[in-house]
């Protein structure tokens, strides 16, 4: 399993950089304002300058040396053994969502229709869910998970917390994949205030109660 999971690393690490080549490649032929922000409808809110391309597309190629790094200066490194499956689906699925993005941006800039608030929605509910199932597997540690005052002093609250957390992250999901097909700017901007404020409320408070429950 140690070694799949290193391979499975190894190869992460070279389609970043292949396509970190490739971005260099179609550099020439991009104009000189690039389109990195999209409204909920598909409209883009903010352009970058040209180099923003090599930029975006240079972000995976530093996170996966960093994400092999971490478990490796983390105090509680002990514990990526056992949840190492769950912290590669993380690693991978970002990964590659960073990796799409900078292509659903370099596209659009070169012209290409790519409806980018769609694909992106999915693609993060498709993510949202993935590291939601596999959130009960994960171990106390100082940089992947749920980690509030509380899941960090106490084993099963860190346990507990991780496992109502997993099921918020699919629902999560569910409803990104679900707000892809709403083209209503109130109901993506609701959406996504809900999710993002609320889903962190509910963590630290389920955590917060759980610890004065168990202490």
């Avoid at 304002?33 to 409204?39: D, K, L």
């Avoid at 106490?154 to 994949?177: S, Y």
Wanted: hydrophobic fraction near 50%; aromatic fraction near 12%; glycine fraction near 8%.
């Amino acid at each position: 399993m140690k070694k799949e999971i290193s391979k499975t690393r190894i190869i992460l690490f070279i389609v970043a950089v292949i396509s970190f080549i490739i971005h260099l490649f179609i550099y020439p032929k991009l104009p000189a304002q690039i389109p990195i922000q999209w409204s909920s409808t598909g409209e883009v809110n903010t352009y970058g300058a040209k180099y923003m391309d090599l930029v975006i597309a240079g972000i995976p190629v530093l996170i996966v040396p960093l994400m092999v790094i971490m478990p490796k200066i983390d105090p509680r490194k002990a514990n990526y053994a056992k949840h190492g499956q769950a912290y590669t689906i993380a690693m991978t699925g970002i990964t590659l969502l960073l990796i799409g993005c900078s292509w659903l941006s370099a596209l659009s800039a070169l012209g290409y229709d790519v409806h980018i608030e769609t694909v992106l929605s999915v693609a993060m509910g498709i993510l949202f869910i993935a590291i939601g199932n596999s959130m009960p597997q994960i171990r106390s540690n100082y940089f992947f998970g749920i980690r509030t005052p509380w899941t960090l002093e106490n084993p099963d609250v860190w346990r507990k917390t991780h496992r109502f957390g997993g099921i918020l992250f699919c629902i999560m999901g569910l409803l990104f994949i679900i707000g892809a097909f709403f083209k209503s700017e109130i109901f993506s901007t609701v959406l996504v205030v809900i999710l993002a404020v609320g889903s962190v409320a509910l963590t630290y408070l389920y955590s917060y109660i759980l610890y004065r429950r168990l202490g």
